[in-house]
């Protein structure tokens, strides 16, 4: 089914780890990270079984100084920065065929559709900007620009709601959201009572307000109504949540904004940044279609030597590392934590993930034979101002469609929360179906011709990522968790008292644990970063490998 205009990036993607995937004969492991119809054809068992025996052996013969689970941007950014530390007995353990997690970019056409991570949210203090510039992976955000949420905005009812209604409710919404930061801010937000305030109550409490300065004719109410209900699903697919009322003000204002261009694009697409991370990690020490099912660590050791941790995979292969950095996302965590450490996590960790946020976003890419827009279109945003027939529908979680950088006929809808959950278990002709009906009833064109195809990204769907990305909850605030207890590594208590007495044996990365940029790639980035320092800071104690 996988059309011509079509090819999996990710087949790319395996030729820089090498042709072997060590795919393990008796596991099947069913990725689901994307629509059924797309396989990664380069990795077939037959071809790898040579490596199979081979690789089996040699990784479970060896005891590693460090394994890092999942193949994500945090844990490729924290095996390079350890072997440019000069530890080099790294192992990357990755459950699903292809590196890349969150990341998954798809050649489509000339180009490429981002399924995954898509811009570099600004420039001064991203590290992954100054990462990507480096690396001059990086399109000219001057020429090569991407606009999002933007274009003409209509109505159920197919009006053009007036630019003029839109500007101004959009800029009171702006300065409200600006209020959080500036209100909720970790300097300004120190006490009980702002904790356990929610970002969706905050928005409606003072959207109220400017409704009534406004004093608007019943019809502007409803438009600007409608505007507020759209900006707020913007907000859900910033936040990953099924409702701005589970989002907690202070969790909100933790995230820090990094001047600069913030939509900015790739040469080759997103999977540029894997490539360049993987580039010195040798096939032997990534290993994918490798799920990891149980860390078995100690909380003290008497021994003279350092304690192991034993990495336990689904296939039954055991693995010994001085230390495991793990970089599943908190959707994995949140379902698998009771099972995936032995002994189990501390109680604090296990509370800590049962309120910490993790919902979904969906990209649902509608794919033209020939596009019934212009290319001065930037977008098409759906307003609805009453309740119809379709409203109590799905569609209506659809924020609305943007044109895609590099594709004249494909759009981009948004969708998050419990409608994208429901999106994820329809079939394709329903979508479609459904997308067209929505287009053609706002922008009042019966013209307007089903889609060809439609590509989306079931993140969700995928059991090894379930779901986007993680915010911070009302309950999570409320019971004075922090992103430091999320951060914080096992340790093993050591009697040998020629080593830290409290020493790290499972180490924890990936998007959730950075404080400043978590729920982004640089903030994945920077994660990885971090606890590759960690070890490396330890060098000394260790006969580094
Ligand atoms: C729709 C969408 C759009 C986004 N847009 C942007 C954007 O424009 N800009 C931006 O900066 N960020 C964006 N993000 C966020 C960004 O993609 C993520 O924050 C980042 O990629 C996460 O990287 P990670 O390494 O922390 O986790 P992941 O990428 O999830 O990596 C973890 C890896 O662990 C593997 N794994 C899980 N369980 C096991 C197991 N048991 N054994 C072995 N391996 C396992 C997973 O398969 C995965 O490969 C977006 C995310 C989504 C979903």
């Not at 620009?145 to 159920?156: I, N, P, Q």
């Not at 109590?392 to 659809?398: D, H, K, P, Q, Y």
């Amino acid at each position: 089914m996988t059309g011509p205009e079509e090819e999996e990036v990710l087949c790319h993607i395996s030729s820089l780890v090498g042709s072997q995937s060590r795919v393990n004969m008796t596991d099947t492991v069913s990725t689901g990270s994307v629509s059924d119809d797309r396989t990664h054809a380069s990795f077939s068992p037959q071809n790898a079984l040579p490596q199979i025996l081979f690789k089996e052996n040699y990784i479970t013969s060896k005891h590693w100084t460090v394994v890092i689970v999942g193949a994500g941007v945090a844990g490729l950014a924290a095996a390079q920065r350890l072997m440019e530390g000069g530890c080099n007995s790294v192992l990357v353990l990755e459950a699903q065929d292809h590196p890349g997690g969150r990341i998954h970019t798809m050649n489509f056409g000339d180009g490429v559709l981002e399924l995954g991570a898509q811009w570099v949210h600004g420039e001064k203090g991203n590290p992954l900007f100054e990462y990507a510039q480096n690396m001059d992976i990086l399109s000219d955000p001057r020429t090569e620009y991407s606009v999002e949420a933007r274009g003409l905005f209509y109505s159920e009812t197919a009006e053009q709601v007036p630019e003029i209604v839109v500007d101004e409710t959009l800029m009171a919404l702006e300065n409200i959201k600006e209020n959080i930061y500036k209100m909720f801010s970790p300097t300004e937000s120190d006490n009980i009572l702002s904790s356990s305030a929610s970002v969706g109550d905050f928005f409606k409490q003072k959207f109220e307000m400017f409704l009534e300065e406004c004093g608007d004719l019943p019809h502007v109410q409803a438009w600007r109504r409608g505007i507020y209900e759209w900006f707020l699903k913007y907000e859900l697919t910033e936040n990953a949540c099924n409702s701005l009322n589970d989002v907690s003000c202070c969790g909100f204002a933790e995230w820090t904004d990094c001047p600069g261009n913030y939509l900015i694009n790739f040469k080759n697409g997103f999977q540029s940044v894997v490539k360049s991370l993987s580039k010195d990690i040798s096939s032997e020490q990534l290993c994918l279609s490798k799920p990891v099912s149980c860390i078995h660590w100690q909380e003290t050791y008497e021994g003279k030597e350092l304690p192991t941790v034993t990495v336990e995979c689904s296939d039954g292969d055991m693995l010994c590392a001085d230390h495991v950095i793990l970089t599943m996302s908190v959707g994995y965590l949140k379902q698998h934590n009771q099972t995936l450490f032995s002994p189990p996590l501390p109680d604090r960790k296990q509370e800590l993930l049962t309120h910490l946020g993790f919902g979904s976003v969906e990209k649902i890419f509608l794919v033209f034979d020939t596009p019934f827009w212009s290319d001065s279109d930037l977008g098409f945003q759906l307003v609805w101002t009453s309740n119809t027939e379709a409203s109590s529908e799905w569609v209506r979680g659809i924020r609305g469609f943007d044109t895609v950088k590099g594709h004249s006929n494909v759009l981009l809808g948004w969708i998050s929360g419990k409608d994208a959950e429901l999106m994820q278990t329809l079939g394709e002709e329903e979508v479609k179906i459904k997308c067209a009906f929505l287009l053609r009833m706002f922008l009042g064109r019966s013209d307007i011709p089903l889609p060809r195809r439609v590509i989306r990204s079931n993140w969700q769907k995928n059991q090894y990522i379930c779901g986007a990305y993680s915010y911070r909850s009302v309950s999570y605030t409320k019971l004075g968790f922090r992103t430091s207890i999320l951060a914080e590594p096992l340790y093993c208590t050591l009697l040998n008292k020629e080593v830290p007495e409290k020493w790290p044996v499972v180490l924890f990365a990936g998007e959730a644990t950075d404080q400043d940029f978590f729920s982004s790639a640089h903030g994945s980035l920077r994660s990885g970063w971090r606890e590759a320092d960690r070890l490396l800071s330890l060098k000394r104690y260790l006969p580094i490998k």
